[in-house]
Nanobody, 125 residues
Framework: QLQLVESGGGLVQPGGSLRLSCAAS????????IAWFRQAPGKEREGVAC????????NYARSVKGRFTISRDNVRNTVWLQMSSLKPEDTALYYC??????????????????WGQGTQVTVSS
């Protein structure tokens, strides 16, 4: 059974950093592209970052490029989202999602059939 479990969220001051983790189990992780999405109250879901199955390709939303870094370890079946220079507008529930796809990754939510439960990130002083 495919499972994605996010962790690492919390409360952080503006300008601070957090690292989110997405632990995967129950499927051939190395064959799946993984993405992070976020949704703030009253706002649409937004694709934040994605990484291809091999880790060779990454894509970022314009709003986080240069501040967030996505990475993965196909032995530990884990994807991380390192978030730096956090802003109040980064406050949201962050989800990881998976799709069986080799070589590419995208930031459109409809492409991903498998989702975790999310971890809350709050950026506030």
């Amino acid at each position: 059974q495919l499972q994605l479990v996010e962790s690492g969220g919390g409360l952080v001051q503006p300008g601070g950093s957090l690292r989110l983790s997405c632990a995967a189990s129950g499927f051939a992780f190395k064959d799946y592209a993984i993405a992070w999405f976020r949704q703030a109250p009253g706002k649409e879901r937004e694709g934040v970052a994605c990484i291809s199955s091999s880790g060779d390709t990454t894509n970022y939303a314009r709003s986080v490029k240069g501040r967030f870094t996505i990475s993965r370890d196909n032995v530990r079946n884990t994807v991380w989202l390192q978030m730096s220079s956090l802003k109040p507008e980064d406050t949201a529930l962050y989800y990881c999602a998976a799709v069986r796809e080799i070589g590419l990754c995208g930031l459109w939510g409809q492409h991903y059939p498998n989702w975790g439960q999310g971890t809350q990130v709050t950026v506030s002083s």
